[in-house]
C-alpha cells in the first residue's frame, strides 16, 4: 500500500509541475521567382522599335526539357530557347524588315547556329523563320537561342543596313502570353470595391490582348507554312491562308441545307416518337437526342440517346445507338424499335448490345399512328406497295396450301387460317394455326408476309414480321423471323402446286372467278 501511495504522488506532482511552451514556429515566405521577361526600345532610322524577350516556355521544366530537345535534334550548344516579340511604336512611311537580332554575344538568332536542310523540316522552318514587314500593336516573333546571363544587356537590331541598340530592361511577365506567363502577383488581403473594378478592368485588357496576340500567331504560322517548301510547290498563298476562307460553294450550301433539312426532320420525329411511346405506357426510355435522318435502306435516323427511368421517374441509365429505326406488323399488331451499334450504360458500366441490336418490342400496338408519323423510320418501299396485287385467286391459294399442310399429320400439323393477299410471290397478312397430333389448337402465328421455299429436299414456311400468340400470352418473332421446316412433306406435290413461289399466277379470267378473301 505505501508503494502505491508514493507512486500516485509522484504522479500528481508531475502533472502539476508547471510546464514550457514550445517555441513557435517561424513560417518562412518563398521569395516569388525571378522576373523572365525584358523590354526594350530600338531605333532604326525613322522608325521605332519595341521589342520584348520573353523565354519560350514559362515553365522552368518545359524549358529545360524543350531546351534539351532542340540541343540534341540540331546539334546546338549550351544555351536554351527565347522568343523575341517585336512591333512598331508608331507608324512608319517606310516598310522595316529586321534582318537580325541578338542581345550581345549571349543570345543570336536560331537560323544563324542551324543551317537550313535540304529536306522538309516544319520545326526547323517555325524557329528559323524572320519575323517579316513590323506592323503597329502587330507583334513579329522570332526564336534566339543562348543562355542570357548579363547583368545589363542590350538589343541589337539591323535593318537593310541600319543598326539601332536599345538597353533591356526586367518588367512584370504577369500579362506575357498564357504559355509564356510568370507567376501572378499575390492579391491584396484588403481590396476595396474600385480597387475591385480597377483590377478586372486590367484582367479584361489582358485578355483582349492575349487574344489579338492569338489571332496574330495564327496568321504568322499560316503565312509560315505558304513558305515551307511542300507549300510552295501545292501552290499555297501566304495571303490566302491567312485571309477569310472562300465562300462556300453553290453544291457545298446545297449539301449544308439537306443536312440542316434532315436535322429539322429528326428532331420533329424524335418528338412525335416521344408523344407514340408515352401514349403506349413506355415510360422506361425517354429520348434526348435524336441526331440526324441517316440513308438506307433500311432508312434510320441517329444517333440516338434515351435515358432510363424507373418506376418513380428516377434515373437510372441510358442507352446510345448510331442508328434507330421501326418495324411493324399489321398482322400481329405490334412495334418494335430497333436500336443498331450502341450500349447501354447503368451504373458507369457499359454493357454493348447483343450482336449489335437491341429489339424493343410493343405488344398489341395498332402500328397506324406510327407508320403516319414516322413514315421515315419503316422500310417504305414495303409499306408502300398493296397488300394482294390481283393475280391469285386467294380463296384457291387457302385451299391448296392447307391441302399440302394436311398431308403430313404424325407430329402435328399446321393450317392456314386466313389470308389477307398475295404480293409476287409473298402471302400477306396472314394468320397460321398449330395443331397437336391430337388435334388440339397448340398455338397461332400471325405474320405480315409468308414465303414457301424448298431447301434440301424439305419445304419451309418463312414467316416475317409477326407474333406467336398461346393462350393469352403473345411473343414477337426473333429478330422478325420464323422459320418453320417439313422434313416429311412430299415435295414433288409441293413442287407441282399451284401456290406462289412455285409456279406461275393463272390466267387473269380464272383468277377473275374466285376472289373471294380468305379471312
Not at 2 to 25: H, I, K, M, N, S
Not at 101 to 106: C, I, K, M, Q
Not at 157 to 180: C, F, I, K, M, N
Not at 202 to 225: G, H, K, M, T
Amino acid at each position: 500500500m505505501g508503494l502505491l501511495l508514493l507512486g500516485y504522488a509522484a504522479l500528481r506532482v508531475f502533472e502539476l509541475a508547471p510546464r514550457t511552451t514550445p517555441v513557435a514556429r517561424q513560417t518562412v515566405q518563398p521569395e516569388p521567382p525571378a522576373s523572365e521577361a525584358w523590354r526594350a526600345r530600338v531605333t532604326l532610322g525613322e522608325a521605332r522599335v519595341e521589342g520584348r524577350l520573353l523565354p519560350l516556355h514559362g515553365e522552368p521544366a518545359l524549358e529545360e526539357f524543350r531546351a534539351h530537345a532542340l540541343r540534341a535534334r540540331y546539334a546546338l550548344p549550351e544555351g536554351e530557347p527565347w522568343r523575341l516579340y517585336l512591333w512598331l511604336a508608331e507608324p512608319s512611311a517606310t516598310p522595316v524588315v529586321v534582318d537580325s537580332a541578338r542581345v550581345g554575344a549571349e543570345l543570336v538568332p536560331f537560323a544563324e547556329l542551324v543551317p537550313a536542310s535540304a529536306g522538309i523540316d516544319p520545326i526547323y522552318a517555325l524557329l528559323a523563320a524572320a519575323p517579316g514587314a513590323l506592323e503597329v500593336e502587330h507583334a513579329r516573333p522570332m526564336v534566339l537561342w543562348g543562355r542570357l546571363t548579363a547583368t545589363a544587356p542590350e538589343l541589337e537590331l539591323t535593318s537593310a543596313g541600319r543598326a539601332g541598340v536599345g538597353a533591356l530592361e526586367q518588367e512584370d511577365a504577369s500579362d506575357a502570353p498564357r504559355w509564356y506567363a510568370g507567376t501572378a502577383r499575390p492579391r491584396a488581403e484588403a481590396e476595396g470595391l474600385e480597387d475591385e473594378v480597377a483590377r478586372l478592368e486590367r484582367e479584361l485588357a489582358r485578355e483582349r490582348a492575349r487574344r489579338a496576340e492569338r489571332e496574330q500567331a495564327f496568321l504568322e504560322f499560316s503565312r509560315l507554312l505558304g513558305e515551307l517548301p511542300a507549300g510552295k510547290q501545292l501552290g499555297l498563298d501566304p495571303a490566302e491562308l491567312a485571309g477569310s476562307p472562300a465562300p462556300p460553294s453553290p453544291e457545298e450550301e446545297a449539301r449544308l441545307a439537306a443536312e440542316e433539312r434532315a436535322r429539322a426532320r429528326a428532331a420533329e420525329l424524335g418528338r412525335s416518337l416521344s408523344l407514340l411511346m408515352r401514349f403506349e405506357g413506355l415510360r422506361g426510355l425517354d429520348l434526348l437526342e435524336a441526331g440526324t435522318l441517316l440513308p438506307g435502306p433500311p432508312s434510320a435516323m441517329g444517333p440516338v440517346v434515351f435515358r432510363c427511368l424507373d418506376e418513380r421517374g428516377l434515373l437510372t441509365g441510358s442507352v446510345r445507338a448510331e442508328r434507330l429505326r421501326l418495324e411493324a406488323s399489321r398482322a400481329a399488331h405490334t412495334l418494335t424499335l430497333v436500336l443498331e451499334q450502341g450500349f447501354e450504360s447503368h451504373g458507369g458500366e457499359r454493357v454493348p448490345f447483343t450482336d449489335g441490336v437491341r429489339r424493343i418490342t410493343l405488344r398489341d400496338t395498332d402500328p397506324e399512328p406510327w407508320l403516319a408519323e414516322c413514315p421515315e423510320l419503316f422500310d417504305s418501299a414495303e409499306l408502300a406497295r398493296a397488300n394482294d396485287d390481283g393475280l391469285w385467286p386467294l380463296a384457291a391459294v387457302r385451299r391448296e396450301l392447307n391441302r399440302l399442310l394436311a398431308l403430313d399429320t404424325g407430329p402435328g400439323w399446321y393450317r392456314l387460317h386466313s389470308l389477307g393477299g398475295v404480293r409476287g410471290t409473298e402471302l400477306v397478312d396472314v394468320q397460321l394455326e398449330e395443331f397437336e397430333p391430337a388435334g388440339r389448337l397448340a398455338r397461332r402465328m400471325f405474320a405480315d408476309r409468308l414465303r414457301l421455299s424448298l431447301e434440301d429436299g424439305s419445304v419451309v414456311l418463312e414467316l416475317r414480321d409477326g407474333a406467336y400468340v398461346r393462350g393469352g400470352e403473345k411473343q414477337p418473332f426473333r429478330d422478325g423471323l420464323h422459320r418453320i421446316v417439313l422434313p416429311a412433306a412430299d415435295v414433288a406435290a409441293w413442287r407441282a402446286a399451284a401456290l406462289p413461289g412455285f409456279a406461275a399466277p393463272p390466267a387473269r379470267e380464272t383468277a377473275a372467278k374466285d376472289t373471294a378473301p380468305g379471312g
